[in-house]
């Protein structure tokens, strides 16, 4: 009977194989969409893994949380030295960090820092940073760039940069006066580092020196400020975390200057519930795709139930049960399903290992490529068993018709 | 008939059978006899009710009412896959047309049975070489053995399917209109090879064609326009 069923099946090859293929198609976006999607989130939250506290200027947490971890836009003003003293001599507060960012160097952000962030800085599970060669920044005109920088730059210790200020393109003024010394380039973090360059807070300053202001305010306006004003946040690690909402709720309400300390966790869900609906759209986008597959496996058993019909009558005419009949046409989708999901499975990998570094190179955005997680298991014991289920309409139609039509064949 | 030493091939008895409940039953046949080694002429115009009838007779639709036996076995007191095995062992069917699965070669066609009945398996030495003989002796040479069914003549697959039903030599054979298809001289000695072969092996032929001309070569003729329930 098994034999049988093979001819059967390689008699039919052709549709059959458009059929598979659909199935693996949908298969494989389903578990590429699903994989991108939940690996951007552990993405981002590896960002921030370290980070108990962002302190900035008051704005919106999410817009603060964009701009000093994830470099997209700017914070709206900067901070005075006195609060970020305040700040990080806080009882509670174990390291901080300031950051100071407004001018970008080739489309790279440069950021002024503290020694401390090679020190304390965490991403991913607990990792800190490591260099990939030369050192940290010892002197106010070194500089240390992010490992996908130095790639694309060619930049190596030793290497002058020139920096651009503000956020834009060519027409802006070059500091040409203050280039920068390479004197380390980071391991690749698969975070918005990779993508900077760290300069120290002095060298940020003396950067702005001759030119006499900072990126967010203009030295017209506010002359006496500016250089007070330099540190766009600051990200703080507590001794404990139990302490962080008393905390948070000082920084808050500091007096002198209006504060908003943001928890990177909640503010990361808060931006998951901004991009929530795109998300949900593209779960359904996939779960419909894989839908259609399933429905071109129902079509084309059904039309070769249809085919068939005389065979069916044959096979019981020389003796074949109802049982036999039906579980050929039903053995038929589940086969058809799992080898779908197999070659699905199969394109998938292949498809995660060619865009892994592509989204690695250009978005920073790292991927686990190789393996299936356990909740796309999960989903492809879903797939399978709808293709059972698809396969049991056929299965049930040719079950009827060859109870009707007993052993006389319809032409 | 309980008196009679030699079993019925087929045997009915108050048969009612119908396709749908509601309406009057298509056929209605208070008796009706097939005996071993008998050929008999199954005639009657179309609609009649000889397919289903044939149907009936090899377990495959159950009358309403009464009982129908192969060979002292009734259809009824069978589960439906003791039916099936029974009729794998002790039955051959032949078409009108389309009788063999298009994607096996004719070997494989005529080999099928035995996959699902293995009471003729055993009866054959080596089903391979005594399959061959058999189409050989149908004329269906050894060139045309390897093709895929789906390739053959018409007048090639019905002799092939011929083969098919009397390999393992079942008591019973039943055929529904197998010459229909086939131009006149293909069926006189299509006809010629079953009947010689049926002869041979010494089944009980039940052989069903609207061909009056055909039934001088039965040794009796059943009309089923006998055993029609006239109602509308
Ligand atoms: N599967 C079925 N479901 C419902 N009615 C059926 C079915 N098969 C046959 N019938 C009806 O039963 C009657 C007898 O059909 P059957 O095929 O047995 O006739 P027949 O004598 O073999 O005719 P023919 O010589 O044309 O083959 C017909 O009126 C037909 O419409
Ligand atoms: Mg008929």
């Not at chain 1, 940073?129 to 940290?136: A, D, I, K, Q």
């Not at chain 2, 009915?12 to 509601?22: A, E, I, M, P, Y």
């Not at chain 2, 039916?83 to 080999?111: C, K, T, W």
């Not at chain 2, 050894?142 to 390999?167: I, K």
Request: charged share 20%; proline share 4%.
């Amino acid at each position: 009977m098994i034999s049988l069923a093979l001819k059967s099946l390689w008699f039919r090859r052709g549709s059959l194989a458009v059929t598979v293929v659909s199935i693996a198609f949908s298969v494989a976006l389903l578990l590429g969409i699903e994989r991108v999607r939940t690996q951007a989130k552990e993405n981002f939250a590896g960002m921030v893994s370290g980070t108990d506290l962002i302190v900035s200027a008051r704005g919106n947490p999410v817009q603060i949380l964009l701009a000093s971890i994830m470099h997209i836009g700017y914070p709206a003003s900067g901070l005075t030295q006195e609060t970020v003293q305040t700040v990080c001599s806080n009882r509670n507060v174990a390291w901080c960090i300031p950051i100071a960012m407004g001018d970008t160097h080739r489309g790279y952000r440069v950021v002024g820092t503290d020694l401390v962030m090679f020190d304390k800085f965490r991403y991913a599970r607990n990792v800190g940073l490591s260099f990939r060669e030369g050192r940290r920044f010892t002197e106010v005109s070194s500089a240390v760039v992010g490992s996908q920088v130095a790639e694309s730059l060619g930049y190596r210790v030793g290497s002058k940069i020139v920096v651009t200020h503000g956020a834009g393109g060519e027409s802006l003024i070059e500091h040409a006066a203050e280039p920068f010394t390479v004197s380390g380039v980071l391991a690749p973090t698969g975070t918005p580092v990779d993508r900077a360059i760290y300069v120290s807070m002095e060298g940020y300053e003396a950067m702005h020196e001759g030119f006499g202001g900072h990126a967010n305010i203009d030295p017209l306006v506010d002359p006496d400020h500016a250089e007070e004003k330099s540190v766009s946040a600051v990200l703080v690690g507590l001794k404990s975390r139990a302490a962080v909402l008393g905390v948070q709720r000082s920084f808050n309400e500091y007096r002198p200057e209006a504060l908003t300390a943001v928890m990177p966790g909640d503010t990361l869900l808060d931006l998951w519930q901004l991009t929530g609906i795109a998300e949900t759209a593209l779960v359904w986008i996939s779960g419909v795709v894989v839908l259609i597959g399933l429905v071109g496996i129902t079509a084309n058993l059904l039309a070769s139930v249809n085919e068939r019909r005389r065979e069916m009558a044959v096979l019981r005419a020389i003796g074949a049960g109802l049982p036999q009949v039906t579980g050929l046409i039903l053995g038929e989708a589940i086969l058809l399903t799992t080898v779908g999901v197999v070659v699905g499975l199969v394109l998938f990998q292949v498809a995660m290992f060619g865009l892994a570094p592509m989204l690695r190179a250009r978005y920073g955005f790292e991927i686990a490529a190789g393996g299936v997680l356990p909740g796309e298991w999960v989903r492809l014991g879903w797939i399978l068993l709808a293709g059972g289920l698809v396969g049991a309409f056929p299965a049930y139609r040719t079950y009827k018709r060859s109870l009707s039509d007993g052993i006389s064949i319809r032409v | 008939m309980g008196t009679d030493a030699r079993l019925a091939a087929v045997e009915l008895c108050d048969v009612k059978f119908g396709w749908r409940n509601s309406s009057a039953p298509l056929l209605s046949i208070p008796e009706m006899r097939f005996e071993q080694g008998e050929k008999v002429f199954l005639a009657g115009p179309s609609g009649y009710g000889k397919s289903t009838l044939l149907g009936l007779m090899s377990g495959v639709l159950l009358p309403q009412e009464g009982t129908i036996r192969v060979l002292g076995k009734g259809w009824g007191e069978m589960s439906a896959s003791q039916r099936d095995r029974y009729r794998a062992d002790h039955l051959g069917v032949i078409f009108q047309m389309f009788n063999l699965v298009p994607y096996l070669s004719a070997l494989e066609n005529v080999l099928l049975p035995l996959k699902f009945s293995k009471l003729r398996a055993a009866r054959l030495l080596d089903p391979e070489e005594q399959a061959r003989e058999l189409l050989g002796r149908l004329g269906i040479g050894s060139d045309l053995l390897g093709r895929p069914a789906g390739e053959l003549s018409v007048g090639e697959q019905q002799r092939t399917a011929a083969v098919r039903a009397l390999l393992g030599q079942p008591e019973v054979l039943i055929a529904d209109e197998p010459t229909s298809a086939l131009d006149a001289d293909n069926r006189d000695a299509f006809l010629e090879l079953l009947i010689a072969e049926v002869e041979l092996s010494g089944a009980t032929l039940i052989f069903v064609s609207h061909d009056g001309s055909l039934a001088s070569r039965f040794d009796r003729v059943v009309q089923l326009a006998d055993f029609r329930t006239v109602a509308r």
